[in-house]
Structure formats: C-alpha cells, structure tokens
C-alpha cells in the first residue's frame, strides 16, 4: 500500500516538471535569487496570466516558495535539495543540439557550460575540475559514502571557510550533485556553498551573464594553488570561431 502512494507522490512530482514551462521557470530559479512573477514569465515567454496558473502548481507542489512584498509576488526554488533535484534531471536529460545562432549566444552557452551557480554552489567544467582534485588531493573522500577527510577540514579551514558553521548546518557538509553539462559530479553541500561564497568574497569568481560566473586572473592563479592543479587546467575553452561566409 505504502508503495502505491509513494509511487503516486512521484508521478505528481513528475508531472509538474513534465511541462516545458514549468521545468524552465525551474531552471532559470537555479541561479539561487528570488525573481518576480513577471520576470519568469518574461523569460518563460508566456502570459502572465498563464505563468502565474503554472507557478501556482509549482508553489502546491512544493517546488517554490514565494514571498510577498506590496504588489510584488517574489519565487525562488524551495531549497538545496530542490536545486539537486532539478539539476540531477537536467544531467539525466537528453543533450538537446547545439542551435544555430549567433556568436553571441554561443559565447553565452560556452560561458554557462565552463563556470556557473547552481543553486549556491559552483557548477559546470571548473566545478567539476574543483571536485575531481578535491578527491585527487584526498580532501574528500567516497569509498563509504561522499565525506570531508580530516585533511579537507584543515584545508578548508586554512582558506577561510568556517568550518564551525559547516559543522552544525542542518544539510550535509558535502555531496555531489550531477552536472548537467559534464555529466559528472560537481560539489554541493554545505561546504560547495561555503567555497562559492568565499571564491567571491575573495575576487576568485565574479558574476558573469544569468547564472554564468566568471574566473578572474587572479582567482586562477589562486585556485590553481589552493588546488594543487596546473594553472592551465582552469583555463576556459577559447572562444568559438567566427561563421565564415554571409550571414
């Protein structure tokens, strides 16, 4: 019986993501700020009148959360396990072709897809590089289960992050979340948070376009060595060429 209403809650879980609307208005809240309901439909290019039915399915099933302030109707993602939720799809997700458009929009996607926010926590190629030498240099730990060893709470600690904090957070201090554009995991957790709030205190990280963050010359010189990777491994992709021919 249990199961029959464990698989009942699923199928609404999947159905308010089966929309293409409502999964993109999801997505776009992976930036972590809470947007008005006028923005999203902007960006979802709908009606605010059928945004607003949407975000309501998405706020009764538990995958929003709204705030009012005056006349304005704020949503953001419910939490860090929504987020996981969400980008865990997206990685599971068929990789849909590349559209043809302008270079700019290709610079956009290639910027996306090397550094970016999901949810609170760096994504994409450079969260990815993060992860794997966080493991390589034996800071984390998944033989049993994804943990912080006693050398990444040293390591943490030296660069800043209170590890006293990280040590009461009521959300695991680590675990991986799915990138969907490597396809491999990426650091969230506590800790992921943490590391993206002090890369941009620091100068390390700075906003880029939407979620797209930025590496600064000085933040790859200085995560390289807090690393211990070779500078070049954090180097972005260069960017695409050109369209030969007329437009």
């Known amino acids: 019986m249990s199961g029959g209403i464990e698989g009942r809650g699923m199928a609404e879980l999947a159905s308010l993501l089966a929309d293409g609307t409502r999964a993109g208005i999801c997505v776009a809240l992976l930036d972590g700020r809470a947007w008005t309901a006028g923005e999203l439909a902007r960006r979802a290019g709908v009606a605010p009148s059928t945004a607003s039915d949407h975000l309501t399915r998405l706020v009764r099933g538990g995958l929003l959360v709204e705030e009012r302030q005056g006349r304005h109707r704020y949503l953001r993602l419910a939490g860090p396990s929504v987020a996981q939720l969400i980008e865990a799809l997206a990685g599971h997700a068929p990789t849909p072709p590349a559209p043809a458009g302008s270079l700019r929009a290709a610079n956009a996607n290639g910027a996306l897809a090397y550094a970016r926010t999901c949810y609170d926590h760096l994504a994409g190629r450079l969260g990815v590089l993060m992860y794997d030498a966080l493991l390589a240099g034996g800071r984390l730990d998944r033989s049993s289960g994804l943990t912080l060893t006693s050398e990444g709470w040293a390591w943490a600690a030296e660069l800043g992050v209170p590890v006293h904090v990280l040590r009461t957070a009521r959300r695991p201090v680590v675990r991986d979340c799915l990138d969907w554009t490597e396809r491999r995991p990426h650091l969230a957790g506590a800790l992921g948070a943490a590391l993206c709030r002090c890369f941009t205190d620091r100068g390390w990280i700075t906003p880029g376009a939407g979620r797209a963050v ?33 437009a």
């Open 214 to 246: 930025r590496l600064t010359p000085t933040g790859r010189s200085a995560l390289a060595e807090t690393l211990d990777v070779p500078e070049q491994t954090l180097a972005p992709p260069p960017p695409p060429a050109p369209a030969s021919g007329r």
